[in-house]
């Protein structure tokens, strides 16, 4: 089972991610909502599309934009719809 951790804190869990250039995408209903907070930053991949971000709060610490999806991806990237990935000190353990 992959896992994603921050601050000793475990963000998500799944037998069913997607990994796609290195990075796992876990399933959105996999992903502990209480710990994410809407971000306004977003940016394009040429062949995913323009990505969203979320960041981290966990204990009154805060990771800026440390999880991404993309709401809307290209075609060939389709796989990872309703998918969220980390980064930025979240360990992910497949």
């Known amino acids: 089972m992959a896992t994603a ?3 000793g804190t475990v963000i ?3 037998d069913d ?3 796609v250039e290195g990075n796992h995408y876990f399933p959105a209903d ?5 710990y994410l907070v809407d971000s306004a930053t977003h ?10 971000y979320y960041s981290l709060a ?3 610490q805060e990771n ?7 709401p809307q991806p ?4 389709a796989e990872i719809k309703d998918r969220v990935a980390f980064w930025k000190g979240v360990e992910v353990t497949p």
């Open 5 to 7: 951790t921050w601050n």
């Open 12 to 14: 998500a869990q799944s």
């Open 17 to 19: 991610t997607v990994v």
């Open 30 to 34: 996999a992903v502990k909502r209480e």
């Open 43 to 52: 940016s394009i991949c040429p062949w995913k599309g323009e990505a969203s």
């Open 58 to 60: 966990v204990d009154g």
């Open 64 to 70: 800026r934009d440390a999880a991404w999806y993309y």
């Open 74 to 77: 290209k075609d060939a990237a």
